[in-house]
């Protein structure tokens, strides 16, 4: 569904990513981890073509992103603060969406804008709410047009315990019907029962990009974290575990 093939993204002096490659398939549900400044975020608005490479292509479904600008319908964004005009209202917002996507009604995948009982704050302007409950208006956009892909960045950051867990299962959900998911998250705790593969960025290199199982099997660690950490410190004798953030 996505083909990385020699991503450089570079800002001045700082080399934000460094030859990645890698081919993302349908069914997976992959963590995007590492350190700040690892080169995450840069990585998701290279495939959002939100910002352009130096050198290499992105492909989704085989076609260039920069040429084919038409796959963004194909892919559900959740980003980690959702920006949006703060004298609109919720329900504005919606009708807009949708009115500029030309979705069918039937379509549309109202799960979470149910579980999170939206329709309760359609007259409420943006301005007006918490994080947590733009946080949540979010997460009913990118799942909104039931999209093939799924990018979520930082997706629970903010949400309720509650909240949390109606995303979560919500992920798991779709990972089911055999979309591909995207996820970045600082939480790793909250990666482990919604992921089958992780990617590991440092210093923008793509330092593995491994099944949970077989990461979990080569280290004999069943938490994500430590697994993580054994595998940086048999790379790295001098890693301290301070960079696999929690």
Same mark, same amino acid.
């Given at each position: 569904?996505?083909?990385?093939?020699?991503?450089?993204k570079? *800002?001045?002096?700082?080399?934000?990513?460094?030859?990645?490659?890698?081919?993302?398939?349908?069914?997976?549900?992959?963590?995007?981890?590492?350190?700040?400044?690892?080169?995450?975020t840069t990585?998701?608005?290279?495939?959002?073509?939100?910002?352009?490479?130096?050198?290499?292509?992105?492909?989704?479904?085989?076609?260039?992103?920069?040429?084919?600008?038409? *796959?963004r319908?194909?892919?559900?964004?959740?980003?980690?603060?959702?920006? *949006?005009?703060?004298?609109?209202?919720?329900?504005?917002?919606?009708?807009?969406?949708?009115?500029?996507?030309q979705?069918?009604?039937?379509?549309?995948?109202y799960?979470?804008?149910?579980? *999170?009982?939206?329709?309760?704050?359609?007259?409420?302007?943006?301005?007006?709410?918490?994080?947590?409950?733009?946080?949540?208006?979010?997460?009913?956009?990118?799942f909104?047009?039931?999209?093939?892909?799924?990018?979520?960045?930082?997706?629970?950051?903010?949400?309720?315990?509650?909240?949390?867990?109606?995303?979560?299962?919500?992920?798991?959900?779709?990972?089911?019907?055999?979309?591909?998911?995207?996820?970045?998250?600082?939480?790793?705790?909250?990666?482990?029962?919604?992921?089958?593969?992780?990617?590991?960025l440092?210093?923008?290199?793509?330092?593995?990009?491994k099944?949970?199982?077989?990461?979990?099997?080569?280290?004999?660690?069943?938490?994500?974290?430590?697994?993580?950490?054994?595998?940086?410190?048999?790379?790295?004798?001098?890693?301290?575990?301070?960079?696999?953030?929690?």
């Amino acid at each position: 569904m996505i083909r990385l093939e020699h991503i450089d993204k570079k *800002y001045r002096k700082i080399q934000a990513l460094d030859n990645i490659n890698a081919d993302f398939i349908a069914g997976q549900s992959i963590s995007l981890i590492g350190p700040n400044g690892s080169g995450k975020t840069t990585l998701i608005k290279c495939i959002l073509d939100l910002v352009r490479p130096d050198r290499g292509e992105i492909l989704i479904h085989g076609k260039n992103n920069k040429v084919h600008p038409e *796959y963004r319908s194909q892919i559900g964004y959740m980003p980690q603060i959702g920006r *949006y005009p703060d004298h609109m209202k919720v329900g504005q917002l919606f009708s807009l969406l949708i009115t500029l996507r030309q979705a069918a009604p039937e379509s549309l995948d109202y799960e979470l804008y149910e579980a *999170y009982r939206l329709n309760t704050l359609m007259e409420q302007r943006m301005h007006s709410l918490s994080g947590g409950t733009r946080q949540k208006v979010s997460a009913a956009l990118a799942f909104l047009f039931n999209p093939d892909i799924l990018i979520l960045d930082e997706p629970t950051a903010g949400l309720d315990p509650l909240a949390a867990e109606l995303l979560k299962a919500k992920i798991n959900k779709e990972k089911a019907r055999n979309k591909l998911i995207l996820i970045t998250s600082h939480i790793l705790s909250d990666l482990e029962d919604l992921i089958t593969h992780v990617i590991y960025l440092q210093e923008g290199k793509l330092i593995f990009f491994k099944e949970l199982s077989e990461l979990q099997q080569e280290t004999g660690e069943l938490r994500l974290n430590k697994a993580i950490a054994s595998v940086m410190k048999s790379r790295n004798p001098l890693f301290t575990g301070k960079e696999v953030e929690e």
